[in-house]
């Protein structure tokens, strides 16, 4: 059996803030860091050897994948950064603080925004001028995005390399995004989408799952 660790990035500068980040590039508090630092201490516990490390184009996930396996002693792993494990991108509502958004828009409608499988919140007029999300000279950013379009841009990525080394039997860590480890572990359990308006992933916490070679889950444990 292979085993896969999904794993949230560190608090970030917005979720001490209270702060819809999206794609917004924000760094890692203190306290950030020291989750990093502790989820690898876990790992390493229990001495799994990793084959692949993946992660998204965002610096507080890349800086906790980095942490993570240098307390695994693993760091010459190959680490592949993807758009496609990118949080879910929240358009116009990054930047602001979610209370203040409450406030504007009402608690119901922002729960639906935040929570909801089919919500998109309000879009930006236009995309950001970011090179890193440039394809062939033209911009692959998206204006917003609801969870479900998350979910149809990273279970692509799932398929076609992280999906085929599990079913080798090569062990694979994914360091991701709250919103984007909740669309992958709806795929991976099978919740509906009504279902995962209750799933939270927390900070800093390895989630580890067992598969078989067919990547049915034979267990599931979380580490805090």
Same mark, same amino acid.
Do not use: C
């Given at each position: 059996?292979?085993?896969?660790?999904?794993?949230?990035?560190?608090?970030?500068?917005?979720?001490?803030?209270?702060?819809?980040?999206?794609?917004?590039?924000?760094?890692?508090?203190?306290?950030?860091?020291?989750?990093?630092?502790?989820?690898?201490?876990?790992?390493?516990?229990?001495?799994?050897?990793?084959?692949?490390?993946?992660?998204?184009?965002?610096?507080?996930?890349?800086?906790?994948?980095?942490?993570?396996?240098?307390?695994?002693?693993?760091?010459?792993?190959? /680490?592949?950064?993807?758009?496609? !494990?990118?949080?879910? $991108?929240?358009?116009? =509502? #990054?930047?602001?603080? &979610?209370?203040?958004?409450?406030?504007?828009?009402?608690?119901?409608?922002?729960?639906?925004?935040?929570?909801?499988?089919?919500?998109?919140?309000?879009?930006?007029?236009?995309?950001?001028?970011?090179?890193?999300?440039?394809?062939?000279?033209?911009?692959?950013?998206?204006?917003?995005?609801?969870?479900?379009?998350?979910?149809?841009?990273?279970?692509?990525?799932?398929?076609?390399?992280?999906?085929?080394?599990? /079913?080798?039997?090569?062990?694979? !860590?994914?360091?991701? $995004?709250?919103?984007? =480890? #909740?669309?992958?572990? &709806?795929?991976?359990?099978?919740?509906?989408?009504?279902?995962?308006?209750?799933?939270?992933?927390?900070?800093?916490?390895?989630?580890?799952?067992?598969?078989?070679?067919?990547?049915?889950?034979?267990?599931?444990?979380?580490?805090?």
């Amino acid at each position: 059996m292979a085993k896969l660790v999904l794993i949230r990035h560190g608090e970030s500068t917005a979720n001490r803030d209270n702060i819809y980040t999206g794609w917004s590039d924000v760094p890692l508090t203190e306290v950030g860091i020291n989750q990093a630092h502790h989820a690898g201490k876990l790992i390493a516990e229990l001495g799994i050897n990793f084959s692949a490390v993946h992660t998204s184009m965002l610096k507080r996930a890349i800086v906790t994948a980095n942490i993570v396996m240098d307390e695994l002693d693993q760091n010459w792993l190959p /680490i592949t950064k993807t758009w496609r !494990l990118n949080e879910r $991108h929240y358009g116009a =509502l #990054r930047g602001q603080n &979610k209370d203040d958004t409450r406030r504007i828009y009402g608690k119901e409608q922002v729960a639906r925004w935040r929570r909801s499988f089919n919500s998109v919140p309000p879009l930006l007029d236009h995309p950001d001028d970011d090179r890193r999300y440039a394809i062939n000279g033209i911009l692959n950013e998206p204006l917003g995005e609801s969870l479900r379009m998350a979910y149809d841009r990273l279970i692509p990525y799932w398929l076609d390399h992280i999906a085929p080394d599990l /079913i080798e039997g090569k062990n694979q !860590l994914v360091v991701a $995004h709250g919103s984007s =480890l #909740r669309a992958l572990i &709806k795929y991976l359990e099978g919740i509906s989408d009504r279902g995962i308006d209750g799933v939270e992933v927390e900070n800093g916490e390895p989630i580890i799952y067992e598969m078989n070679d067919q990547l049915r889950i034979h267990s599931k444990v979380t580490l805090s």
